[in-house]
Nanobody
Framework: QVQLVESGGGLVQAGGSLRLSCAAS????????MGWFRQAPGKERASVAR????????YYADSVKGRFTISRDNAKNTVYLQMNSLKPEDTAVYYC????????????WGQGTQVTVSS
């Protein structure tokens, strides 16, 4: 069982940066692949970035490639999302999620953190 708590959201102007953090409980964090998802008002939740359990493999949605960076520190049970060159269309609630490496389903979710980018 893994519990996830996000932090780092807020209000930022277009072109600015934010770093989201997701702290995980439990001693098996290093066996979980992690991802960041976002949901804007009136839209479906979408995958933003994902990282393998070891951190050796990452995936980014086309809309954030070159601007966002996902990373993890298994010693600190934390996954990060560095967001640069933010755009108003990045405004959403951002969720951290985890899945066991042998599962295709993200079974564990945080409560979400709001990111608002003003133009």
């Amino acid at each position: 069982q893994v519990q996830l708590v996000e932090s780092g959201g807020g209000l930022v102007q277009a072109g600015g940066s934010l770093r989201l953090s997701c702290a995980a409980s439990g001693r098996t964090f290093s066996s979980y692949a992690m991802g960041w998802f976002r949901q804007a008002p009136g839209k479906e939740r979408a995958s933003v970035a994902r990282i393998s359990a070891s951190g050796g493999s990452t995936y980014y949605a086309d809309s954030v490639k070159g601007r966002f960076t996902i990373s993890r520190d298994n010693a600190k049970n934390t996954v990060y999302l560095q967001m640069n060159s933010l755009k108003p269309e990045d405004t959403a609630v951002y969720y951290c999620a985890g899945r066991r490496s042998d599962s295709g389903t993200y079974a564990y979710w945080g409560q979400g953190t709001q990111v608002t980018v003003s133009s």
